[in-house]
């Protein structure tokens, strides 16, 4: 036999090999019908016994859908970002338009409802023209086609973690590489677990049921997936609403996800300058196939064929980009963040991002827009998001006191958190601590004096007694700390008063009210300065970056030297308020997954060592002060009648700027400040207002908004001992011999009383009066 007629023949053996593969699925598809069918012959014993081998039935397991994320507007939840590996929403059978399921068995599978899960004839047609041409042909039954879709979502789900190491990422590709291998590979032995498993389903599955899977599962090009999805993406409808042109043109797709797609105008093969040729073709091919089939009359066809393929793309936003329309992509990221870290979504970083970007999830939070856009437009009515003279931040966020409940979370930058972020934008969440949002905090300035209040009273002084406000060098040795903080040593400590004033012997009340540093100073060296951080801790108080700065007890954090984010900072206030019980932040109420049940989430935890009642009482009447006339926060309070306190808060060179307030209901903190850099906003002007007075012209209109959803209470009156003038205690004998120079705590020399980088705060020596 010479060489040409040898090529003719290589053939032979594919074609023998394919007729046996169809012999075998005849046999199979005879024996889903009846089971008892009689085999003769060692041949047909071999290729039971092959199938035997095999499992019967292929597991359905949960397709990947897109999550949901909502905020509420007048009472409705609206939809305000979502996440996907794959843009997939599945639905009913009813929720699909028949004209597509239709479509989508005249053309893939007319025998679909006559067979039993192996299209026999189809089988044979496939395996000759395979043989003939080299490659696979056709002849899968929708039931197998459905059956390899879910052989290649299991391999889905191990694709590569991009957060993970080099090395890890290298292993964990070649694993999705072989499974993807192994479930799409051109050859019989897949054929035939495509076989088994698709005769498996048929007895667990409806023809019905089986269709709709297949519509759900399906690669519509790209990264949608599903028919619910693809009508949206491509035509802008639900697929109850496709036309049988649009339903002919995406069982065209499915042929060719990636080459027949129609969301590439550009293309030259395929796009909008020859009317999406390919597609087009494809299509038609299908309309044909329906009228053949007799699903459509031939008006219908005809009519069909001359409608132009117009898409409507309508591209479903991934991630929390989307949410910036609602001002509220900081807070989605807050809630991104809270589930890809909390272990009731998951074991693992993996289980979490998964649980996330696949789960089909309603995730119901408890951001309120309308309170949300009133507080970004009272921030962005001042603050820019860029200035030409310093690196200009500021936010707003906001609680219920009592549940934890975040209400806004603005700021004055918009959200980009892609590779290369516009200019004026951040991913970075000023309001949050560093792992939910990359901020190290702010010095929080004279707005930590609240906690200085809280163990002054702690230890039973009273508001009326009176303090020398008149020193302004403190030596290390004035001031004393219990176990466990060792903060105290260095040299000593310089106070100033915010506008250089001096003060002599000042009430607390007025000191509080007027925001005096150096009565406040000397407040410290009466106290236990580790009681101050405890107070402070007994309301969930921590550093927002511990790593890099941390939350430290010494002289200078008196004066509100520790870094706090403003989240941290009004869910203190919220506990003073609470009667002295903090309840950490939440922001999801609830989540329900893709089968309707609800998913645990994460509760408030309140604080196991609250503050005394009584002391809470006592400080918040004493910080009322703040908010009244002559008070530094004055001209803040909306005047509504709702009782409100709060404190002021400046740090050195007036780099920060805080108000933090709270009702009975709830509570806020409001920052602005340098992100980075030491400029001074007191030399700055904000559409006419001055840089140190701007805070209080952003929280007006904030407190009135949440005063008027949420309402407040009086407070409690405090005690007749926090209030009460001291009794003089007799005059002091005066020590025989000099004075002593102050020594240095040698366990911390060196350290001075600088605590840390200025992010955001002062130079940490001297804090700031509000």
């Known amino acids: 036999m010479n060489g040409s007629a040898s090529r003719r023949w290589t053939w032979a053996p594919a074609l023998i090999g394919f007729v046996a593969l169809s012999a075998v699925a005849g046999v199979l598809a005879a024996a889903a019908v009846t089971p008892a069918v009689a085999l003769t012959g060692s041949a047909a014993d071999s ?3 092959v199938f035997d081998g095999l499992p019967e039935y292929i597991k359905v397991e949960p397709l990947a859908q897109a999550s949901t994320m909502y905020a509420t507007s007048n009472g409705q939840q609206i939809p305000i970002a979502t996440f996907y590996s794959q843009n997939r929403e599945e639905v009913g059978w009813n929720d699909i338009a028949q004209t597509l399921k239709d479509a989508a068995v005249a053309t893939e599978d007319p025998r679909f409802y006559e067979h039993g899960g192996i299209d026999v004839t189809g089988t044979v047609r496939g395996a000759v023209l395979t043989a003939l041409h080299r490659d696979v042909q056709g002849g899968s039954s929708i039931t197998q086609q459905y059956v390899k879709n879910i052989l290649v979502q299991r391999c889905e789900n191990k694709q590569p973690d991009i957060t993970a190491t080099a090395a890890v990422q290298k292993k964990q590709l070649a694993i999705f590489a072989s499974c993807y291998n192994d479930a799409t590979k051109v050859d019989p032995v897949r054929k035939l677990k495509e076989m088994r498993y698709a005769i498996g389903l048929e007895k667990e599955y409806t023809k019905n049921q089986i269709l709709q899977s297949y519509l759900n599962i399906a690669l519509f090009g790209g990264r949608v997936y599903g028919v619910q999805s693809a009508a949206s993406y491509y035509f802008g409808v639900p697929a109850s609403g496709l036309t049988l042109p649009q339903s002919a043109t995406l069982v065209a797709i499915l042929n060719n996800p990636d080459n027949l797609r129609i969301d590439k105008p550009n293309d030259k093969a395929n796009g909008a300058a020859n009317g999406y040729a390919e597609t087009l073709d494809r299509r038609n091919y299908v309309l044909d196939r329906m009228l053949a089939a007799g699903k459509i009359t031939t008006k219908e066809r005809d009519d069909a064929i001359a409608t132009k393929i117009e898409p409507k793309i309508t591209p479903k936003q991934n991630g929390c980009m989307t949410a910036q329309q609602y001002n509220a992509a900081f807070f989605c990221d807050f809630v991104e963040r809270t589930i890809e870290q909390n272990a ?8 979490r991002t998964a649980f996330l970007s696949r789960g089909g999830l309603k995730i119901y939070t408890t951001l309120n827009l309308d309170l949300q856009n009133t507080a970004q437009q009272a921030l962005s009515a001042y603050i820019p998001p860029t200035s030409p003279r310093l690196n200009l931040g500021a936010s707003n966020v906001s609680v219920e006191v009592g549940t934890g409940r975040v209400i806004t979370m603005v700021q004055n930058r918009p959200y980009d958190n892609t590779a290369e972020p516009a200019p004026g934008t951040t ?9 939910y949002g990359g901020s190290e905090g702010f010095q929080t300035g004279s707005a930590y004096k609240a906690f200085d209040l809280l163990q002054w009273l702690q230890e039973g002084h009273s508001l009326n007694e009176s303090v020398d406000g008149s020193m302004h060098l403190f030596p290390q040795t004035m001031f004393h700390s219990s176990a466990p903080c060792r903060d105290i040593g260095g040299a000593p400590w310089p106070v100033a008063n915010d506008e250089g004033e001096s003060a002599g012997n000042t009430s607390v009340m007025t000191a509080t009210a007027q925001s005096i540093n150096s009565v406040f100073a000397m407040m410290g060296t009466k106290v236990d300065l580790c009681g101050i951080k405890q107070r402070a801790q007994d309301l969930l108080v921590h550093g927002a970056d511990e790593a890099q700065n941390p939350f430290r007890a010494n002289p200078s954090a008196v004066l509100g030297t520790n870094y706090i984010a403003p989240l941290t900072m009004a869910t203190a206030y919220a506990g003073i308020a609470n009667n002295g019980v903090a309840c950490s932040a939440i922001a999801i109420d609830k989540v329900v997954d893709a089968e309707g049940a609800e998913h645990a989430v994460p509760k408030s935890e309140c604080s196991t060592t609250p503050i005394d009642p009584g002391v809470a009482a006592g400080a918040i009447y004493a910080l009322q002060g703040v908010l009244r006339g002559g008070g530094t ?14 404190k002021t808060g400046t740090t050195d060179g007036s780099v920060s700027n805080w108000l933090v307030t709270s009702t009975t209901k709830t509570a806020q903190a409001t920052w602005v400040g340098n992100v980075v850099g030491s400029v001074a906003l007191r030399r700055q002007s904000f559409q006419g207002v001055g840089g140190g007075n701007v805070k209080f012209a952003i929280v007006k209109p904030i407190v009135r908004a949440l005063n008027a959803a949420y309402g407040g209470d009086a407070f409690a009156a405090p005690a007749g001992k926090y209030t009460k003038a001291p009794t003089p205690p007799p005059a002091a004998t005066p020590a025989p011999g000099p004075a002593q120079p102050p020594q240095p ?26």
């Open 344 to 351: 009731i979504f998951g074991a693992t970083d993996d289980d």
């Open 47 to 49: 290729t039971i016994g």
């Open 745 to 770: 705590d040698p366990g911390n020399a060196g350290n001075g009383d600088n605590n840390g980088r200025g992010n955001g705060g002062g130079d940490g020596g001297r804090g700031g009066r509000g």
């Open 633 to 646: 926060a004055a001209s803040a309070n909306p005047g509504d009648g709702i009782p409100i306190f709060g």
């Open 427 to 435: 991913a970075v969440n000023y309001n949050t601590d560093y792992e």
